[in-house]
């Protein structure tokens, strides 16, 4: 059942997930279709999320967005100052300025990254995670790893439970998804694009998530990349309504894999999973790998924190002797 809408007030609305958004030319959301997004949400009892670009609104969309409940997310290079200071969500797009930004235990930060740039500069997060109040880490080719990347990445994540095991004997929570979310979980926790989110794009139409508007497909019948857009990634629109063809594809109970898996905090992203494996529902070996390094951090991570006496819940992460379940399912 869907419960979010996610509205993107413009196409240069920044990225805060593993797609990237390469466009650059302004299209703000018309106001008419913001205050029919907005009416639409309240109809079906959703929860809005609004996605800002990097220049700051006209008052009257101000106006409007505050008619109603949300989460605003924002890039970390938002002109309006004051708006960004009362944010849900900032993104990083890279890694300028994470050293000397203002950090707040009320804010959830986002941080996307390449994996080079993540291996190399992975210790400005120790700094981070000592103010912030959640720090998402998303990687944003995950799809290039390499066993050697695999053997890196492993060996980061042990640093960075080093780091957080020091907080929590400090008495300090601090969250960190690629450990910390795992600990947490007792069923899974993944993007679930197409089925509690979707989101509404600047041309009136939904779409499964804001990558699949942003998605740079042109197959030389249209005239222009939104028709394209619109044409073979909507999933209907305000006029006409949501229709979303075989919906049953996006859900986690149709995956036969993911169904069955605890790397609970695995993001299982719909379009990285298209794009790695042309199937929305089913992870590339990268994905599989990183999340179950991650899962496998976290056990370790809660075993050596419990001492502190953290709240945690009572409950134990197995260990396994897999990294990929489909390579389990082939020995």
Not at 318 to 328: A, H, K, M, Q, S
Request: proline share 4%; aromatic share 10%.
């Amino acid at each position: 059942m869907v419960e979010y809408l996610v509205i993107l007030l413009d196409n240069t609305s920044v990225s805060y997930c593993h797609y990237p958004n390469d466009k650059v030319q302004h299209n703000l959301i018309p106001v008419e279709i913001l205050k029919k997004g907005i009416m639409y949400a309240m109809l079906e009892n959703l929860t809005i999320q609004f996605v800002y670009p990097e220049y700051a609104l006209p008052n009257e969309y101000n106006d409007v967005i505050e008619t109603i409940d949300h989460c605003k997310i924002v890039p970390s290079t938002f002109e309006d100052k004051s708006l960004r200071k009362d944010a849900d969500v900032i993104v990083f797009n890279d890694w300028i300025g994470l050293d000397v930004f203002h950090f707040t235990s009320s804010q959830s930060y986002i941080l996307r990254t390449s994996k080079t740039d993540f291996f190399e500069r992975y210790l400005f997060l120790n700094g981070v995670l000592e103010k912030a109040g959640r720090l998402n880490v998303v990687l944003t080719d995950i799809e290039t790893f390499s066993e050697d990347d695999f053997d890196k990445y492993q060996k980061i994540l042990v640093t960075l439970s080093k780091k957080i095991e020091k907080l929590f004997a400090q008495g300090k929570s601090p969250q960190l998804n690629l450990l910390t979310d795992r600990m947490l979980l007792s069923e899974m926790n993944n993007c679930n694009a197409g089925v509690s989110n979707i989101t509404l794009a600047p041309d009136g139409n939904f779409y499964v998530c804001p990558a699949f508007y942003n998605l740079p497909v042109v197959d030389g019948n249209e005239k222009t990349l939104d028709d394209v857009c619109q044409k073979r990634f909507s999933i209907g629109s305000l006029h006409d309504g949501l229709d979303i063809k075989n919906f049953q594809l996006y859900r986690l109970d149709h995956a036969p894999i993911c169904r069955n898996c605890d790397a609970f905090q695995c993001k299982r992203c719909i379009w990285l999973n298209r794009k790695t494996t042309n199937e929305v529902n089913t992870p590339s070996h990268e994905q599989c790998v990183v999340a179950h390094l991650e899962r496998n951090a976290s056990r370790d991570l809660l075993l050596n924190i419990r001492k502190y006496g953290a709240f945690l819940p009572d409950k134990e992460i197995t260990e396994i002797d897999y990294l990929d379940p489909f390579d389990n399912l082939n020995t």
